[in-house]
């Protein structure tokens, strides 16, 4: 079984971190400043918008509008244990039973067809997927404490008009770096694979008929591992609402 390497730990995201030690690229810090790393990805009607955004001058709340915050914040932690009980369920091995091989673990699924080998395929398909669950499910509860929060005073109106033009512009810078997160994990997949294929001496013995079946504790691990991704995606994806959520604690 293929170990991932040991690392030294450099600041950055969790999921940062987990890809850099999973597929041994070495992911450096940015010298610099985050508004210059924004600065990057907005584009010259962006900049226009944003500060429009941020010169602009909400008509006064009426004290009748003002939300409590906490339904949003139930909901908040609603669509968070939604989504990481959906990540958990969905992590199982896909491994199929071999003709004539008991000890082979049966697929949960019916992604993988009968006597072949795991493949990363369907791994992907359930990546993309609570990829897209994620998104379903984020995008409205963000809109909604953003609502909630545009009715709190003039200046959380203006925080909220600023997240609507924060959401806008970087939403597709977004969507492009984490596509790309599936082909690493599928490249730490091949890896683990072809870190545990046996040797001849072992083929030999599978194909005896009281031998056991070759480990497949590495397909163990990648599942772990992909976990440990998505639940690291998934805090990504919520740190805009829960700064909004913060924002209304504190207003």
């Not at 909901?75 to 039973?97: N, W």
């Not at 997240?163 to 969507?175: G, I, S, T």
């Not at 770096?177 to 091949?190: D, R, S, W």
Request: aromatic content about 4%.
């Amino acid at each position: 079984m293929a170990q991932a390497s040991q690392r030294t730990v450099f600041h950055g995201s969790t999921l940062v971190r987990l890809l850099s030690r999973l597929t041994d690229i070495d992911v450096r810090e940015s010298r610099q400043g985050t508004a210059d790393r924004l600065s990057q990805w907005f584009g010259w009607t962006d900049a226009i918008s944003l500060s429009a955004a941020l010169d602009g001058s909400p008509a006064a709340v009426q004290s009748s509008a003002r939300a409590s915050g906490s339904a949003e914040e139930n909901e908040f932690t609603r669509v968070r244990a939604a989504l990481t009980q959906a990540i958990a369920e969905d992590s199982a091995p896909t491994v199929v039973k071999k003709r004539g091989n008991p000890h082979a673990a049966a697929a949960p699924t019916g992604d993988t067809p009968v006597d072949s080998a795991p493949t990363f395929a369907p791994y992907r398909r359930r990546y993309l997927t609570r990829q897209q669950a994620m998104e379903t499910r984020i995008a409205p509860l963000r809109a909604r404490v953003r609502a909630t929060l545009a009715v709190r005073s003039p200046t959380m109106a203006r925080l909220a008009a600023v997240d609507v033009v924060m959401e806008q512009a970087l939403a597709a810078q977004e969507r492009r770096l984490l596509a790309t997160v599936p082909v690493l994990l599928g490249k730490h997949f091949e890896r683990l694979r072809q870190a545990a294929q046996p040797t001849p001496d072992d083929t030999q013995a599978v194909d005896e008929p009281d031998s056991e079946a070759p480990s497949t504790e590495w397909l163990n691990v990648f599942c772990k591992h992909m976990q440990d991704v998505l639940l690291a995606e998934l805090d990504i994806r919520l740190q805009p609402v829960e700064g909004l959520l913060e924002a209304l604690r504190t207003s």
